[in-house]
C-alpha cells in the first residue's frame, strides 16, 4: 500500500553510463515531480508532469530526460553519467493546485563512479 | 521568485526542552509554506503546511508553526523535545501555480540531547 514507491532504491554506476530511475504514485494525483537533493542535503526541483504533460523544466542537463507513460508513473532517464550526478533523486506526487502537499517517494541513491 | 531561509543548519536542545526552528520566506505572491521531516535514509514527510485561514497551524506529532506575514517568517515549534524528533527539517514555499513544485530551505538538522 506504498504511496509513491520508487526503484531501484540504491544505484552504483560508472561514469558514462547510461540509467533509469522509476517511479509510481497510487494516490490518484495528477502531477508528479523529481527533485535532487545534494551531499549538503539541498532539496532543488528538476521536473513536474501534470497529466502527463511537461510543467516544470528547470535547468537540468540535457542528458536528463524525464517519461511520463501515464499520470502515475513518472521515470527519469539519465545519459552519459557524470560525478556530478551523484545525489539522492525524490520523487513526489500531488494534486494540482497551489497549496496541495506533496508526498515524497523514499528516494534513490545515485553515486557514479 | 520564491526563496526560503531557515536560520541554523543545527540545532541542539535537550530532551523535554522547547523545539524552535526558525523559517523565513520571500514570495511575490501569497505564500502556501510547508514544513516537512526526513528521518535518516528516508523520503520527506509532511509535518504541517499553511495556505489561508488561521496563521496558527498544528500539525503531526505535536509540531506548530504560526505564520506572520508582518515578519515573513514560519517558525516551527514543539513544546517538549523528545528523542524520536532527532531529524533533518526543511520548510518549503510553493512557488505557485498548479504544478510548479516547491523551493525548499537548506534544512535544520535538529539535534536532541538526552
Known amino acids: 500500500d506504498t504511496a509513491v514507491s520508487q526503484t531501484p532504491k540504491y544505484l552504483v554506476t560508472q561514469m558514462g553510463n547510461d540509467k533509469s530511475i522509476k517511479c509510481e504514485q497510487n494516490?490518484?494525483?495528477?502531477?508528479m515531480y523529481w527533485y535532487k537533493q545534494d551531499s549538503k542535503k539541498f532539496l532543488k526541483i528538476m521536473f513536474s508532469?501534470?497529466?502527463?504533460?511537461?510543467?516544470i523544466n528547470e535547468t537540468v542537463p540535457n542528458r536528463f530526460s524525464p517519461k511520463s507513460p501515464d499520470k502515475a508513473h513518472l521515470n527519469l532517464h539519465i545519459n552519459s553519467l557524470e560525478l556530478g550526478d551523484s545525489a539522492v533523486y525524490f520523487c513526489?506526487?500531488?494534486?494540482?493546485?497551489?497549496?496541495?502537499?506533496?508526498?515524497f517517494g523514499p528516494g534513490t541513491r545515485l553515486t557514479v563512479t | 521568485a520564491q526563496s526560503v531561509t531557515q536560520l541554523g543548519s543545527h540545532v541542539s536542545v535537550s530532551e523535554g526542552a522547547l523545539v524552535l526552528l526558525r523559517c523565513n520566506y520571500s514570495?511575490?505572491?501569497?505564500?502556501?509554506l510547508f514544513w516537512y521531516v526526513q528521518y535518516p535514509n528516508q523520503g520527506l514527510q509532511l509535518l504541517l503546511k499553511?495556505?489561508?485561514?488561521?496563521?496558527l497551524v498544528k500539525g503531526i506529532n505535536g509540531f506548530e508553526a504560526e505564520f506572520k506575514k508582518s515578519e515573513t517568517s514560519f517558525h516551527l515549534t514543539k513544546p517538549s523535545a523528545h528523542m524520536s524528533d532527532a531529524a533533518e527539517y526543511f520548510c518549503?514555499?510553493?512557488?505557485?501555480?498548479?504544478?510548479?513544485?516547491?523551493?525548499f530551505g537548506k534544512g535544520t538538522h535538529l539535534i536532541i540531547q538526552p
Open positions: 518549503a514555499v510553493g512557488r505557485g501555480g498548479g504544478a510548479d513544485g516547491l523551493t
Open positions: 494516490l490518484g494525483h495528477d502531477t
Open positions: 514570495s511575490s505572491v501569497p505564500p502556501y
Open positions: 499553511y495556505t489561508t485561514g488561521a496563521t
Open positions: 513526489a506526487s500531488s494534486l494540482s493546485g497551489s497549496g496541495n502537499e506533496q508526498y
Open positions: 508532469y501534470n497529466n502527463k504533460e511537461l510543467i
